[in-house]
C-alpha cells in the first residue's frame, strides 16, 4: 500500500495515524483535488481501505463516492473504484480477512448504509444510468451494487425502479450482454427485484424476459446446465406465482410449449441413478415448480383449464407420466412430478382420461393409477411420496365421475382375473392393514370416489367382504363400523370417521344402513358423552357428533328404533346441545383442520400431522350449521324448512333475473341519457360558434359603415387603393368562411337530427320493453317509466334546441346576403372612382370576377348533383319497370304451367283408355287360344310364335 503513504506526510505519517483520520484525509483528497489522478488515487485508497475501515469509510466517504459518479463517469477507472467502495461498505456478506474486520459493528450496517445512499433517488437513477457505459469496470460492479441494494431494502427499491424512465429496460438489457459474468449477475438483480412485486413482474415480463430465459436455459443444455439454468428457473418462477396477467401472458405466447425439451430425457439418464447430479435434479425440480404455479388450485379456473389443454396437446402431460413410470429417478424428483401431474390433470377430463390409459412397464403392465396405489399403502415407501401419490389419486377423481365409477367397480364382484390386483384391493388391503397411516391413506382415496356422487354412495353398499372361512360375508360400512369400534390409533378412528361422515352425508339409503346395526348409534352416544381424553381425542368425538348428527339430518324415517326424533330425544337427554355443540366446535378450531382446510396439496413433513382431509373439510364446513339445527327438537321441521329454502332459492333467482333485465334497462337509459348530454354539449358548441359569427358580421357591419361615412364626409369616392382592395379581399374570404361554416352548420343539423331519431326509436323500444314487464315487477317499471318520460322531455328540449338553431344559421344566411349586397355597392362606388384609380379598380374588378366565377362552380356542381339526383331517380323507374315486366312473366308462366298440367291429365286419360284397350285385346287373345285347343290344333306359349301365327288363326276362324 505504498500509494496511501504520499499522502500521510509529517507527523502523522511517522505517528500512525488511525483508520479515521486516514479515512478522512483521503475523503478530503477525493474532494478538493483538481487533478483527475490524484483524485483516482485517493478512491482506490478508500476502496482498500473500505473492507478494514467499513464503518469510517461508509459515514464519511459516501456522498463524496456519489459525486465521483456524477462527475468523473467518463473515466472508467476512478468509477470502477467508486461503485466497488460502495459494493464493500453496503454488503453484509463476509469478507476475505474476517480475522482482520471489527467485531463491534451492527449486523445490519449494509442495511443502513443502503437506507442512507436510497434516501435520495437520484442515487438509484445515476447507478441506473451507468448501466448504459458498456465498459466491464462499470457495467459488473453497477450489477453488483444494485444487487446489493434490492438484497438489503428490497421494498424501497421496488418502488423507486418502478418510478424511474426506462429503469427495467436497462435491466433487462444485461440479459444479452455478451459477457456471461454480467449476464449471470443480472439474473440474480432480477430475482430480487421480482420477489413479491406484481407490477414490476408485469414490466420485466412484458420486455421479452420469458423468450430470453427459455433461449438462456436452451443455450445452457436445458436440465443438464448448471446454476444459470437455476438462476433463469428462479427468475421464471418469480414472474408466474400468484400473477394470472403473466400466467395468462405465458400461455398466450406458446412459451408453455417450449418448455416440453427440458423433459425429453434419454432413456438411459431415467433408467441410472448415477446419471442425475445434484445440479439436474435441482434444475428438474424447479422446472415443475414452474409448471405448477401454471395449473395451481389457486389460480382462476379458466386460466388453469387452459393451460392444461395445452400442456396435453403439446405432449407435456406425456413427457411428465414418462418420468413418473420411468425407474432409477430420484424420490425426491419423483414425488414433485407426482404432484405436477395431479395438478395438471386436476378437473381436467380429457387429462384425466389420458391418465387412465398410462401404463406402467411391467411384467406384466399395469396401470399406472394401480402402481401409485401400490406405493401409497406400502409402509416402506418415503411419507412425502405416498401424500404424493394420494394427492395424485385425488387430482384424477376430481371432478370426474366416470373415474369414480371405474374405482368403486374394482371393488363390486366381478368375472375378472383373480390374479390381477386392481385399485379396489389396493385400497381394502390398506384400510383394514396394521399401518395406520395406511389406513388414514386408504379411507380418504375411498371418500374421494364417492363424494359429491350419490349413486356411487349406493353402489359402494354392495360390496361384501370375506372375514373369515365358514362365515357369511360383511359389508363394507359394516366392517368400517366394526373397525372404528375396535378402537385403535387416532389417525385411523378419525380416516373411518371422515369416510362415513362423507358416505352418509346426503344419502339416505346409507344413513339406513347405518343404523340398521343397533351397536352403531350407542358407540357414538358413548363417545360424545365422553368427557375424558387428549385433544386428538376430542377430534375423534367431535366427529362422532358430527356423524350422528348427519344421521338425523338425512334420515329418512326407516328405521323405527332410531328415527329422527328418537335420536333428538337421545341427544338431548343422554349429551346436552351444550355438550354437543362443543364437541363439534372442537373439530374446526384445532390446528390440524385449519392447516387442512388451507389448499388441497398435502404438505405434511411427519406422519403424525396428518389428520384431516381438504374435502372433508368443505363438507364439514358445509352441513355443519345444518346438523346443528336437525338435532335441536324442531329439526323434525327440517323437510318443510329445505322446502322453504327451495323455493326462497328460487324465488331469488327469479328476482335476480328480473334485477339483470332492470339492470339491462338502466344501461340503456343510461346511454341515451350519455347521447342527450353529448347532443347538448354540441349544441352550446354550436351557439358558441353562431355568436361568434354574429361578432364578424357586426365587425364587418362597422367597417362598412365606416366606409360609409368616410366616403360621405368627403363627398366624393376617394378611397385608399390597398386599403380597399384589402376590404374587398377581405369580404371576400369572410362570405367564404360564412358559407363554408354554414354548410358546416347544415351537416351538423342533419347528424343532430339523425341521432334524435335513434334516441327516439331506443326510448321507444326502452318504453315497449317496460310495458311488456309490467305484470312481473311494477314498481321497478314506475321508476322506468318516469326515466323515460325525463327523456323524452330532454329529447323535446333538443328538438327546441335544433329548431332555434336552424333559424339562426337562416337569419345568418340573409345576413350573408346582405354582405354580398354591399359588396356589390362598393365595387359599384369603386367604379365611379377618378380615371387615376382605373389600374387598382381593374385589379379589384379581377377578384370579383374571381368571385363571381367561384359562386358560379358552385351553383353548376350544384346542378351536376341535382342531374345526378334525376338520374337515380330514372334508373329507379326503370328498375321498377323491369320487375314489373319480371312479375308478368311470371304470371305467363304460372299459366303455361297450368296449361302444362291440363294437357298431361289429358295425357294420362288416354294412357288410361289405352291399358284398356290392351286389356279387352288380351281376353280375346286367351279366347281364341282356347278355341284352338278344342279343335286340335297346338299352341305355343312362347308370345312370340303366337303373335306371328295370329292372322292365320283368324282366317280359320272366319272360315269355320
Known amino acids: 500500500m505504498d500509494y496511501l503513504r504520499k499522502y500521510l506526510t509529517g507527523p502523522q505519517a511517522e505517528g500512525q495515524p488511525s483508520g479515521a483520520e486516514t479515512v478522512e484525509r483521503l475523503c478530503d483528497r477525493a474532494q478538493s483535488s483538481t487533478l483527475l489522478d490524484d483524485r483516482r488515487d485517493a478512491v482506490r485508497a478508500l476502496k482498500a481501505l473500505s473492507r478494514k475501515f467499513r464503518l469510517e469509510v461508509g459515514t464519511q466517504a459516501m456522498d463524496i463516492l456519489r459525486n465521483v459518479l456524477e462527475t468523473d463517469r467518463n473515466d472508467a477507472e476512478i468509477t470502477g473504484y467508486a461503485l466497488d467502495t460502495l459494493c464493500n461498505i453496503m454488503s453484509n456478506e463476509p469478507m476475505e480477512e474476517e480475522d482482520e474486520i471489527p467485531n463491534h459493528l451492527p449486523e445490519d450496517l449494509g442495511g443502513q448504509f443502503t437506507e442512507i445512499f436510497i434516501k435520495n433517488t437520484d442515487s438509484v437513477s445515476l447507478l441506473l444510468s451507468l448501466l448504459e457505459e458498456y465498459d466491464f469496470h462499470v457495467r459488473w460492479p453497477t450489477v453488483k451494487l444494485l444487487t446489493i441494494l434490492l438484497t438489503n431494502r428490497g421494498k424501497e427499491m421496488q418502488e423507486i425502479v418502478l418510478v424511474s424512465p426506462m429503469g427495467v429496460y436497462k435491466l433487462m438489457d444485461l440479459l444479452v450482454d455478451s459477457r456471461e459474468i454480467?449476464?449471470?449477475?443480472?439474473?440474480?438483480?432480477?430475482?430480487?427485484?421480482?420477489?413479491?412485486?406484481?407490477?414490476?413482474?408485469?414490466?420485466?415480463?412484458?420486455?421479452?424476459?420469458?423468450?430470453?430465459?427459455?433461449?438462456?436455459?436452451?443455450?445452457?443444455?436445458?436440465?443438464?446446465?448448471?446454476?444459470?439454468?437455476?438462476?433463469?428457473?428462479?427468475?421464471?418462477?418469480?414472474?408466474?406465482?400468484?400473477?394470472?396477467?403473466?400466467?395468462?401472458?405465458?400461455?398466450?405466447?406458446?412459451?408453455?410449449?417450449?418448455?416440453?425439451?427440458?423433459?425429453?430425457?434419454?432413456?438411459?439418464?431415467?433408467?441410472?441413478?448415477?446419471?442425475?447430479?445434484?445440479?439436474?435434479?435441482?434444475?428438474?425440480?424447479?422446472?415443475?415448480?414452474?409448471?405448477?404455479?401454471?395449473?395451481?388450485?389457486?389460480?382462476?379456473?379458466?386460466?388453469?383449464?387452459?393451460?392444461?389443454?395445452?400442456?396435453?396437446?403439446?405432449?407435456?402431460?406425456?413427457?411428465?407420466?414418462?418420468?413418473?413410470?420411468?425407474?432409477?429417478?430420484?424420490?425426491?424428483?419423483?414425488?414433485?412430478?407426482?404432484?405436477?401431474?395431479?395438478?395438471?390433470?386436476?378437473?381436467?377430463?380429457?387429462?384425466?382420461?389420458?391418465?387412465?390409459?398410462?401404463?406402467?412397464?411391467?411384467?406384466?403392465?399395469?396401470?399406472?393409477?394401480?402402481?401409485?396405489?401400490?406405493?401409497?399403502?406400502?409402509?416402506?415407501?418415503?411419507?412425502?411420496?405416498?401424500?404424493?401419490?394420494?394427492?395424485?389419486?385425488?387430482?384424477?377423481?376430481?371432478?370426474?365421475?366416470?373415474?369414480?365409477?371405474?374405482?368403486?367397480?374394482?371393488?363390486?364382484?366381478?368375472?375378472?382375473?383373480?390374479?390381477?390386483?386392481?385399485?379396489?384391493?389396493?385400497?381394502?388391503?390398506?384400510?383394514f392393514s396394521a399401518d395406520s397411516l395406511s389406513n388414514w391413506f386408504a379411507a380418504v382415496a375411498l371418500l374421494h370416489a364417492i363424494l359429491e356422487n350419490p349413486t356411487q354412495k349406493e353402489q359402494l353398499l354392495r360390496v361384501q367382504l370375506a372375514t373369515s372361512v365358514g362365515n357369511p360375508p360383511v359389508s363394507l360400512l359394516q366392517q368400517c363400523c366394526n373397525m372404528l369400534a375396535q378402537g385403535g390409533k387416532i389417525q385411523t378412528r378419525v380416516g373411518l370417521l371422515m369416510l362415513l361422515c362423507g358416505w352418509t352425508a346426503n344419502c339416505p339409503i346409507a344413513v339406513t344402513h347405518f343404523l340398521h346395526n343397533t351397536a352403531n348409534v350407542p358407540y357414538l352416544i358413548s363417545q360424545v358423552s365422553s368427557s375424558e381424553g387428549e385433544e386428538q381425542e376430542v377430534l375423534a368425538q367431535g366427529l362422532c357428533a358430527f356423524l350422528l348428527g348427519i344421521s338425523i339430518l338425512y334420515n329418512n324415517e326407516e328405521n323405527d328404533t332410531f328415527n329422527r326424533a328418537s335420536l333428538q330425544q337421545i341427544i338431548e337427554k343422554r349429551i346436552g346441545m351444550e355438550t354437543f355443540n362443543d364437541k363439534l366446535t372442537q373439530v374446526y378450531k384445532n390446528e390440524s383442520y385449519t392447516k387442512a382446510a388451507k389448499k388441497p396439496h398435502l404438505n405434511y413433513k411427519q406422519p403424525n400431522e396428518v389428520m384431516f382431509d381438504f374435502e372433508f373439510t368443505r363438507l364439514f364446513k358445509t352441513l355443519e350449521?345444518?346438523?346443528?339445527?336437525?338435532?335441536?327438537?324442531?329439526?323434525?321441521?327440517?323437510?318443510?324448512?329445505?322446502?322453504?329454502?327451495?323455493?326462497?332459492?328460487?324465488?331469488?333467482?327469479?328476482?335476480?333475473?328480473?334485477?339483470?333485465?332492470?339492470?339491462?334497462?338502466?344501461?340503456?337509459?343510461?346511454?341515451?341519457?350519455?347521447?342527450?348530454?353529448?347532443?347538448?354539449?354540441?349544441?352550446?358548441?354550436?351557439?358558441?360558434?353562431?355568436?361568434?359569427?354574429?361578432?364578424?358580421?357586426?365587425?364587418?357591419?362597422?367597417?362598412?359603415?365606416?366606409?360609409?361615412?368616410?366616403?360621405?364626409?368627403?363627398?366624393?369616392?376617394?378611397?385608399?387603393?390597398?386599403?380597399?382592395?384589402?376590404?374587398?379581399?377581405?369580404?371576400?374570404?369572410?362570405?367564404?368562411?360564412?358559407?363554408?361554416?354554414?354548410?358546416?352548420?347544415?351537416?351538423?343539423?342533419?347528424?343532430?337530427?339523425?341521432?334524435?331519431?335513434?334516441?327516439?326509436?331506443?326510448?321507444?323500444?326502452?318504453?315497449?320493453?317496460?310495458?311488456?314487464?309490467?305484470?312481473?315487477?311494477?314498481?321497478?317499471?314506475?321508476?322506468?317509466?318516469?326515466?323515460?318520460?325525463k327523456t323524452n322531455a330532454e329529447l323535446q328540449d333538443t328538438r327546441k334546441s335544433l329548431t332555434d338553431r336552424q333559424e339562426e344559421v337562416s337569419r345568418l344566411s340573409s345576413r350573408v346576403a346582405m354582405l354580398e349586397k354591399e359588396k356589390s355597392e362598393l365595387v359599384q362606388r369603386l367604379s365611379e372612382q377618378p380615371s387615376e384609380q382605373a389600374t387598382n379598380t381593374s385589379e379589384l374588378d379581377a377578384k370579383v370576377a374571381s368571385l363571381t366565377k367561384d359562386l358560379e362552380n358552385i351553383r353548376q356542381e350544384k346542378e351536376s348533383l341535382q342531374k345526378r339526383l334525376q338520374a337515380s331517380e330514372d334508373e329507379k323507374s326503370s328498375l321498377n319497370d323491369k320487375i314489373q315486366e319480371l312479375e308478368k312473366s311470371k304470371v305467363a308462366l304460372e299459366e303455361e304451367k297450368a296449361e302444362a298440367l291440363e294437357s298431361s291429365e289429358s295425357m294420362k286419360k288416354e294412357q288410361d283408355e289405352l291399358l284398356v284397350l290392351l286389356a279387352d285385346q288380351d281376353a280375346k287373345l286367351a279366347t281364341y287360344k282356347s278355341k284352338l285347343k278344342e279343335l286340335g290344333q297346338e299352341v305355343e306359349d312362347d308370345d312370340d310364335d303366337y303373335m306371328e301365327h295370329g292372322d292365320e288363326d283368324d282366317e280359320d276362324d272366319d272360315d269355320e
Open 182 to 431: 454480467i449476464r449471470n449477475d443480472a439474473l440474480l438483480l432480477l430475482i430480487q427485484l421480482t420477489k413479491g412485486n406484481a407490477n414490476l413482474q408485469k414490466i420485466v415480463a412484458f420486455e421479452n424476459a420469458f423468450g430470453r430465459l427459455l433461449d438462456i436455459i436452451h443455450e445452457e443444455g436445458n436440465s443438464d446446465g448448471g446454476i444459470v439454468v437455476e438462476d433463469c428457473l428462479l427468475l421464471l418462477t418469480n414472474l408466474l406465482r400468484n400473477n394470472s396477467s403473466n400466467q395468462n401472458f405465458f400461455k398466450e405466447g406458446s412459451y408453455i410449449q417450449k418448455l416440453t425439451p427440458f423433459f425429453q430425457l434419454e432413456s438411459g439418464e431415467m433408467n441410472t441413478q448415477g446419471g442425475w447430479s445434484a445440479q439436474k435434479v435441482t434444475n428438474i425440480h424447479l422446472m415443475l415448480q414452474v409448471v405448477r404455479t401454471l395449473v395451481s388450485p389457486n389460480n382462476p379456473q379458466q386460466q388453469t383449464v387452459a393451460c392444461q389443454k395445452v400442456m396435453n396437446t403439446c405432449g407435456l402431460l406425456q413427457l411428465l407420466c414418462s418420468i413418473l413410470m420411468a425407474s432409477g429417478v430420484p424420490a425426491d424428483v419423483l414425488t414433485e412430478t407426482i404432484n405436477t401431474v395431479s395438478e395438471v390433470i386436476r378437473g381436467n377430463l380429457s387429462n384425466q382420461e389420458y391418465f387412465a390409459s398410462v401404463m406402467a412397464p411391467s411384467s406384466p403392465p399395469r396401470p399406472a393409477i394401480v402402481v401409485l396405489l401400490m406405493s401409497m399403502v406400502n409402509e416402506k415407501q418415503p411419507f412425502v411420496l405416498r401424500c404424493a401419490v394420494l394427492y395424485c389419486f385425488q387430482s384424477f377423481l376430481y371432478k370426474n365421475e366416470v373415474g369414480q365409477s371405474q374405482i368403486v367397480q374394482t371393488l363390486l364382484p366381478s368375472s375378472a382375473d383373480v390374479n390381477t390386483i386392481t385399485a379396489g384391493q389396493l385400497l381394502c388391503g390398506g384400510l
Open 625 to 789: 350449521i345444518e346438523v346443528l339445527r336437525a338435532v335441536k327438537p324442531e329439526g323434525k321441521d327440517a323437510e318443510e324448512r329445505r322446502k322453504k329454502m327451495a323455493s326462497l332459492k328460487e324465488h331469488e333467482s327469479i328476482v335476480d333475473q328480473y334485477k339483470g333485465l332492470i339492470k339491462e334497462q338502466d344501461e340503456q337509459l343510461n346511454t341515451t341519457k350519455q347521447e342527450l348530454r353529448e347532443l347538448k354539449d354540441k349544441h352550446e358548441k354550436d351557439v358558441k360558434e353562431l355568436e361568434q359569427l354574429r361578432d364578424q358580421v357586426q365587425q364587418l357591419k362597422d367597417q362598412n359603415a365606416l366606409i360609409k361615412a368616410q366616403k360621405g364626409s368627403q363627398g366624393v369616392p376617394v378611397l385608399d387603393n390597398n386599403k380597399q382592395s384589402e376590404d374587398v379581399s377581405r369580404l371576400k374570404e369572410e362570405v367564404e368562411s360564412l358559407k363554408a361554416q354554414i354548410g358546416e352548420k347544415d351537416s351538423v343539423i342533419e347528424k343532430l337530427r339523425n341521432d334524435l331519431s335513434v334516441s327516439e326509436a331506443r326510448v321507444l323500444a326502452q318504453t315497449i320493453e317496460s310495458d311488456e314487464n309490467k305484470e312481473n315487477n311494477p314498481s321497478e317499471v314506475a321508476v322506468l317509466q318516469s326515466t323515460v318520460e
